[in-house]
Every structure is written in C-alpha cells, then in structure tokens.
C-alpha cells in the first residue's frame, strides 16, 4: 500500500509539473522567437556553444550590494551603465546575483521578492533590454541558495522555464547546500534545461573550483569559477575560502589551457572600485584579469564610482587584451619571486605582457627584450621582428623592443604593454 501510495504520490507530482512546464510554455509562446504554437525550439549545441565568444563582459550585484538588491539598483545600474561609457567599452549584461528570489507559488514557480521587484522580474528585464543591455539573474543547484532562497534543485526545467520567459539572458548558478550531488551531473542537468527552454542563455558554472569545472565544463557552460570567493584585498587567503586578487592570479595561472571562445575559467567578479583595494591595486586586478581572458563582471558601485575607477573599468585598451579573438589565456613567462612577467599571445602576431609588482618596493624596471624567448608564443620573435611597445595605461607608445624598456613600477602595480609588429 505504502509502495502504492508513492507510486501515485510520485504519479501526481509528474502530471502536476508537466502541467505547470505546459503552461509556463504556452505563456512563453509569444514572448520569444524561438518558442512557436506552444512547442518550444530546444536551443542547437551549435548556437549554445558559440554564446561566450569573447569573455562575458558586466555588472553584477553581489560584490558591493550583497542582498540589499531591488528592481531599482538594476535598473539604476542599467542607466549608469549605459551614461558612464561602460556599456561603450563592452560590458552588456545586468546580473542580479543572490536574494532577488523569496518563495516558490503553488505550481512551484519561482518568485520575486514583491516587496523588492513590486512589478514582477519580467518588467526590470525588459527595462535592461530597452536600454540595449542584457539581463543575468542567479540561482543555485542546491535545494537553498548561499544565502538560503528557494534555489533549483528538483525545478531545473521549471525554472528554466520561467527565466526564458522572463527574458533573462545569462543564469550565474551556485553551489551551495549541494546535498551531495555530483557536480557535474547537476550542472548538466541545468544546462539541458536551459538549453531546452528554447531561449539562448548564457550560463555561468559558480562551483568554486571544487570538483575541478575546467576538466568538463566546456559544452556544458560557457565559464566557470576556479576558486572561492574573491575579497577586496591584493593578498590575503580568509580561513573560509575568501582570497585576494594575487592569491586567485596563483591559482589560475595553471588552467590556461582550458579556456579558449566560448569556454572560460572565472577568477571571479571584479573588486575595482571596492574600498580595500587602492588605485594600483585596482589596476593590476583588471590588468591582470584581462591577461587571463576572465570575464570582466564589474561588482562596485556604478553610480557613485570615482574618475579613477571609471578610467580603469573603461580602458578600452586594456579591455582589447582581454576581449581578443583568439581567446588565449595569458601565462606568467617569469617569476622573480615579487616581480613577475606574463604574457598574452593576440591574434594577428601581437602580444599583451604585463609586469607585475607583488613586492613592498618600487620595481625599477629595466628589461631587455631580446634576452628570452617567450616559450609559449612561437610567433612571436624579438630576433628577426621589432615591435612597437604601448603602454595600455599610459595610451602612449613607448619604444620598440630594439631597446630596454625601463620604468618603475609601484608596489602592487603593474606596467602593461602591447607588442605589434612594425610591418
Ligand atoms: C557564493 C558565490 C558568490 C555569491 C554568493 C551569494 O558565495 O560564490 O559569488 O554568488 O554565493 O550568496
């Protein structure tokens, strides 16, 4: 009878989801393109896989904003993001990170904070999309989000569902309260269910490193984090898992190569512009992350950013590092302890290298080009090609690779430079 009973029980709870999918699809139906007459287009391998092309490039609320998000943060950053000249450097998406979330209805259905989002999800997304930017929004693959909200498990498809009818485009999805699942498998599942929804969905794996996503993240996501919270600090390793923006450079720099277009290993969202970090700081966090084709979510404040923090998210030539077409993380070529050389190959026989200053004391710099062989950049020959030097920071040219290069570099800065060719 028991067994009977579950059987039904279980029954039931089919019929019920597949009424609740049914009508969030017919719902759906004309809202999107891709969903006709009620039957929904799965979204091909081929449009999925060709999502992140370049690293996915915005604002998302967690770093500076924690839970305290609302409709009219997003909507604030939306306009900010667009008036400051962000969006003209790059960045597109609005990520809504944990909290936004309160409760599921009686079909299961996720559900916004009303007091937070009082017109519902849908209207802040389409606010976003008329401002020509795209919209992001977080859950997790646990029953409960890192901050406790209803999450995933068990709604994938659901869920999934409702954010394709909602209009998102980018899914940031956790890992906390995992109640043992295999990582993997759970991320699977909600990249099919995305996939499924009909609606192309950018899909950002946030596993923390754990379970080793580079190994098999690519065609299930299109970037995935590699290691525990980022925190506003150069150096510093928290007993939970927070780190600074060196120690995640540290473990990073053994992945390059696993990332590639449409597959990218996440250092985490940025930190520029958050009290702990200085000005040079700040500079070698986005250098740095730029070198290693991160995607470049910003995480401070935009509205009341300073002129500084504005000039480091909006150099566009720094930006042009990370966003190259090839999509080949940078490596650090030398290591002299606190002093450091990296290197990112670009297409079209160009090259980005950034000398970094971990150290206390200014780096006087004084570095001849022709005296190593950069191993992992065949095409790049300082013996039979001399190169014009950029400073990306500086906007100015600064030499050629026929002479030293001399500068010094302040503690925790960093010089970065671009190499091209004199044809
Ligand atoms: C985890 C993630 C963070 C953020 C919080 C939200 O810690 O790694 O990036 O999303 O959860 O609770």
Redesign the pocket.
């Known amino acids: 009878m028991k067994l009977y009973l579950s059987s039904f029980a279980q029954e039931l709870k089919v019929a019920v989801c597949a009424l609740a999918l049914l009508s969030v699809g017919t719902v759906a139906a004309s809202a999107e393109n891709p969903v006709k007459n009620g039957n929904i287009t799965p979204v091909p391998d081929s449009v999925f896989n060709s999502l992140a092309a370049t690293p996915p490039m915005g604002w998302n609320s967690?770093n500076k904003f924690g839970c305290n998000v609302s409709a009219k943060l997003l909507m604030k950053m939306a306009d900010v993001m667009v008036s400051s000249g962000m969006k003209d450097a790059g960045y597109q998406y609005i990520v809504v990170?944990?909290c936004w979330q309160i409760a599921r209805d009686e079909n299961g259905n996720i559900v916004a904070d009303p007091e937070r989002f009082p017109d519902g999800m849908k209207a802040v997304v389409d606010y976003v999309h008329s401002k020509g930017l795209k919209f992001g929004l977080?859950s997790c693959a646990g029953s409960l989000?890192?901050?406790g909200r209803p999450a995933s498990r068990g709604y994938q498809f659901q869920d999934a569902l409702m954010y394709a009818k909602w209009g998102v485009d980018y899914l940031?999805y956790?890992w906390?309260n995992d109640e043992g699942q295999n990582a993997q498998a759970a991320y699977k599942t909600m990249s099919d269910a995305l996939k499924a929804s009909g609606r192309p969905i950018v899909f950002s794996l946030?596993e923390?490193g754990s379970n080793n996503p580079w190994e098999w993240g690519k065609g299930i996501g299109h970037l995935w984090?590699t290691t525990g919270?980022i925190r506003a600090y150069y150096n510093v390793q928290l007993d939970w898992g927070g780190l600074g923006v060196v120690n995640i450079i540290d473990k990073e720099a053994g992945l390059y190569s696993f990332a590639g277009p449409g597959h990218w290993n996440d250092p985490?969202m940025l930190e520029v512009g958050n009290t702990g970090l200085n000005y040079d700081e700040c500079v070698s966090h986005f250098s740095m992350w730029c070198i290693l084709a991160a995607p470049l979510m910003a995480g401070n404040d935009l509205e009341f950013m300073s002129k500084e923090t504005k000039e480091v998210l909006t150099n566009k030539e720094v930006i042009a590092v990370d966003q190259d077409k090839d999509g080949i993380q940078g490596r650090r070529f030398l290591d002299f302890g606190d002093q450091e050389i990296w290197a990112k190959p670009l297409s079209d026989g160009e090259i980005a290298v950034c000398f970094m200053n971990r150290g206390e004391n200014v780096w006087n710099l004084d570095y001849t080009w022709t005296r190593e062989t950069i191993y992992f950049a065949p095409k790049i020959n300082f013996k039979t090609t001399t190169y014009t030097v950029r400073d990306l920071w500086k906007h100015q040219n600064i030499g050629t690779t026929k002479d030293a290069v001399k500068a010094a570099i302040p503690a925790h800065g960093v010089l970065m430079v671009r190499l091209s060719p004199n044809k």
């Open positions: 967690w990170d944990d977080y989000t890192c901050a940031k956790d906390c946030c923390w984090r919270d985490d």
